[in-house]
């Protein structure tokens, strides 16, 4: 069965540039979640997404956005970007938004700011 | 945001037991402790989690203390393919926030 797929791999963007980031989550989970890793530091939360609907947010700007499609998919989109942008970003999935059930990460986006 | 401490980073040899600590003081009553470790240019792979009582499964044993303000990770035998990032999380009841810190990175010794 196929985990938590994620595109691109790797990107470079400019200073002031835009990216979208994908990820499909595991087939059956309904809950998607985002998280930034920047080098030498453990992922910090950025979003999560269940049913569609933002159900959490981290402390980020809001130069980052998410949205969940009628599938499950979920991009997300960072706008103005900066060199502190420059990070692995990962999606995680889950059957539900519960305590009980574990998330499952892709293997990441790592985006270079220049 | 609930915290956990862990130290930077520990050493085992290969094929003995490894016990990774983790404190976490301020745990409130309804968070589930969780570990994930991550490998070198991989996503967080989960390990095991618990609530109050300890925990088996075919990767890993968690310890949790009475008072829950720590637990134990114990590798029952390492191998070199155990060498990578451990973190020790506490999960916010309201949904998928995990709260990671800057784990242990634990090398194994052949």
């Known amino acids: 069965d196929a985990g938590v797929t994620q595109s691109p791999t790797h990107l470079i963007k400019t200073r002031g540039q835009h990216v979208t980031l994908r990820c499909s989550p595991i087939s059956g989970h309904k809950s998607v979640s985002w998280y930034q890793q920047v080098l030498g530091q453990g992922p910090q939360f950025i979003f999560q997404?269940?049913?569609?609907?933002?159900?959490g947010r981290g402390n980020f700007p809001d130069r980052f956005s998410a949205r969940q499609f009628p599938n499950y998919s979920s991009e997300l989109n960072v706008n103005a970007l900066l060199l502190g942008d420059s990070a692995l970003y990962l999606c995680a999935s889950s059957e539900m938004g519960a305590l009980l059930y574990t998330i499952y990460f892709g293997e990441g986006s790592w985006l270079t700011v220049v | 945001d609930a915290k956990t401490t862990q130290p930077n980073s520990m050493e085992s040899n290969e094929e003995e037991p490894v016990h990774l600590p983790c404190n976490h003081s301020t745990i409130s009553g309804t968070d589930y402790i969780h570990w994930y470790r991550q490998l070198p240019s991989q996503g967080p792979e989960y390990v095991i989690h618990?609530?109050?009582s300890n925990v088996n499964n075919r990767m890993a044993s968690l310890a949790i203390a009475e008072d829950r303000k720590s637990s134990t990770l114990i590798l029952h035998r390492a191998t070199l393919r155990d060498a990578a990032v451990y973190y020790c999380i506490l999960r916010v009841p309201t949904g998928n926030q995990f709260y990671f810190g800057t784990g242990t990175s634990l090398t194994v010794i052949p």
């Open positions: 618990g609530l109050t």
């Open positions: 997404y269940y049913e569609k609907e933002e159900r």
